[in-house]
């Protein structure tokens, strides 16, 4: 069985920097792409970034200078760090892969459990 294991949320002021990290662990093949997803309260889950195996990156407007997202694929983790944080950042952040436990088996997505990141004075 494959698990995605968050940490790093919190409270922040505005202004502040967090960093995010997310270890897949279990029967693994294959992970490509990892990412980080958040979702505000009465708001739809949206994409914050995301990596390749190769290190290629994307990363929505919202947070292009301020996010960084990495990745150690020896580890199967990803890590979001997050400076000059504003309070419309505040949400729960999911982390997301996209996983291949075998190598004749289809892709399959698979979530964290969710991180509480909230950025406020």
């Known amino acids: 069985q494959v698990q995605l294991v968050e940490s790093g949320g919190g409270l922040v002021q505005p202004g502040g920097s967090l960093r995010l990290s997310c270890a897949a662990s279990g029967r693994i093949f294959s992970i490509d792409p990892m990412g980080w997803y958040r979702q505000a309260p009465g708001k739809q889950r949206e994409l914050v970034s995301a990596?390749?195996?190769?290190?290629?990156?994307n990363y929505a407007d919202f947070v292009k200078g301020r996010f960084t997202i990495s990745r150690d694929n020896a580890k199967n983790t990803v890590y979001l760090q997050m400076s000059s944080l504003k309070p419309e950042d505040t949400a729960v952040y999911y982390c997301n892969a996209k996983i291949q436990r075998f190598s004749f088996e289809y892709v399959n997505d698979y979530w964290g459990q969710g991180t509480q990141v909230t950025v406020s004075s």
């Open positions: 990596i390749t195996s190769r290190g290629m990156t």
